[in-house]
């Protein structure tokens, strides 16, 4: 397959990072009550925001934060596990992306809507330092939307730091 046929987009851009996965949910992976264990889902989702990162600035990165992580149905075993992930903003070093997470029964087709996350991620040069990375391509209003909260959340973040780093110790 050429890179041509594999990637869409233009260079940067959203779309240019979109990863999809799929996993089955096999014994292994379920916890006592016959659902997915939410720490293997957590390292999908790890491994897909990742791969997303990379797809955009093409370097090592490591993972800086969870940001938020709503588990919002249990997914079944047995049950197929969709992830779908891009990078929705890039700042100097980091980048966030967002990965979707869906639950696909595989008898009757049904699909729902069963985690989303937000991740932070900081691309890394030779030597460990964090190295900056190109700025994102926004193509249409979702890309937008999608930049705009990750800003909003960021700031946030931004701000508990601080906040956390100017607290008074005892
Ligand atoms: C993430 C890490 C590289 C940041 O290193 P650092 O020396 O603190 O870097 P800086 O303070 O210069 O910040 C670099 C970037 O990281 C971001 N960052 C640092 N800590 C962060 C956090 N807790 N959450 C989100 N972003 C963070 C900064 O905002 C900055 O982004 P920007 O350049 O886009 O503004 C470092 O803390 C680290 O290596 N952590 C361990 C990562 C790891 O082991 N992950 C699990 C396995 S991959």
Same mark, same amino acid.
């Given at each position: 397959?050429? $890179?041509?046929?594999?990637?869409? @987009?233009?260079?940067?851009s959203?779309?240019?990072?979109?990863?999809?996965?799929?996993? +089955?949910?096999?014994?292994?992976?379920? &916890?006592?009550?016959? &659902?997915?264990? @939410?720490?293997?889902?957590?390292?999908?989702?790890?491994?897909?925001? *990742?791969?997303? *990162?990379?797809? +955009?600035?093409?370097?090592?990165?490591? $993972? *800086?934060?969870?940001?938020?992580?709503?588990?919002?149905?249990?997914?079944?075993? @047995? +049950?197929?596990?969709?992830?779908?992930?891009?990078? &929705?903003? $890039?700042? &100097?070093?980091?980048?966030?992306?967002?990965?979707?997470?869906w639950?696909?029964?595989?008898?009757? @087709?049904?699909?729902?809507?069963?985690?989303?996350?937000?991740t932070?991620?900081?691309?890394?040069d030779?030597?460990?330092?964090?190295?900056?990375v190109?700025?994102?391509?926004?193509? $249409?209003?979702?890309?937008?939307?999608? +930049?705009?909260?990750?800003?909003e959340?960021?700031?946030?973040?931004?701000?508990?730091?601080?906040?956390?780093?100017?607290?008074?110790?005892?």
């Amino acid at each position: 397959m050429s $890179t041509s046929t594999l990637f869409t @987009g233009p260079p940067f851009s959203v779309s240019r990072t979109r990863v999809d996965m799929t996993q +089955h949910v096999l014994p292994q992976f379920a &916890n006592s009550l016959g &659902n997915v264990f @939410g720490g293997q889902v957590l390292a999908w989702i790890d491994i897909c925001a *990742a791969t997303a *990162a990379q797809r +955009h600035c093409r370097s090592v990165v490591v $993972t *800086a934060s969870f940001d938020a992580v709503e588990f919002l149905l249990p997914i079944k075993l @047995g +049950h197929i596990v969709v992830l779908r992930g891009q990078v &929705n903003a $890039t700042f &100097n070093t980091s980048m966030e992306c967002g990965v979707a997470v869906w639950s696909e029964n595989p008898l009757t @087709g049904e699909v729902r809507k069963a985690m989303r996350a937000y991740t932070t991620f900081v691309a890394l040069d030779e030597y460990g330092k964090a190295r900056p990375v190109p700025k994102l391509v926004l193509e $249409t209003e979702e890309d937008q939307r999608r +930049h705009r909260e990750a800003e909003e959340r960021r700031a946030k973040r931004l701000a508990t730091r601080l906040a956390a780093t100017n607290a008074p110790r005892g």
